[in-house]
């Protein structure tokens, strides 16, 4: 049989699968840990929450929550055509130039930061701290990340 931890009171064994302390709201104070909410999807009929833990960021930085309709990544959205000829190839090394000295990050860390963005709407303060990154490289990453998106003024 299980004990508590905090108060070494036996536990009732359904508790003792989850959790290794007791119902007590002394116990449930000292030991309990805040769960991070996010939302995953919104719509007329019902709002879709998920507990953010290990295996839920991995899934969201994969991509797995993402609308493919209002995605930015090339990976799921539409595909962008590549100008052909001669000046395709000095336009791209001109965008590489100026990208090079602005962007420290991965595209990974980009599109994490995004998610966190989009469907969390977490704050950038937040983001940055979950990233490892200051908030001004983060803001950099989400400014570059949607300056690709449609223009929605008719939206």
């Not at 003792?16 to 919104?42: F, L, M």
């Not at 303060?125 to 001004?136: C, F, M, N, S, V």
Request: with cysteine; hydrophobic share 30%; charged share 30%.
């Amino acid at each position: 049989m299980a004990n508590c931890v905090t108060c070494g009171d036996e536990l009732h064994p359904e508790r003792a699968e989850k959790y290794d302390y007791c119902t007590k709201p002394e116990c449930r104070a000292r030991n309990a840990r805040p769960r991070t909410i996010a939302s995953i999807g919104v719509n007329k009929a019902a709002d879709q929450f998920i507990v953010l833990d290990d295996k839920t960021s991995d899934e969201m930085a994969s991509g797995r929550y993402l609308d493919p309709r209002r995605t930015t990544s090339g990976r799921l959205g539409h595909q962008r055509r590549r100008p052909t000829g001669r000046k395709a190839g000095a336009d791209q090394a001109r965008a590489e130039v100026r990208a090079t000295p602005m962007q420290t990050w991965t595209q990974d860390e980009q599109d994490l930061a995004l998610a966190y963005d989009i469907t969390g709407k977490l704050p950038i303060e937040e983001i940055a701290k979950r990233l490892g990154r200051d908030q001004t490289t983060v803001a950099r990453m989400l400014v570059a990340a949607k300056a690709g998106w449609p223009d929605r003024k008719g939206a």
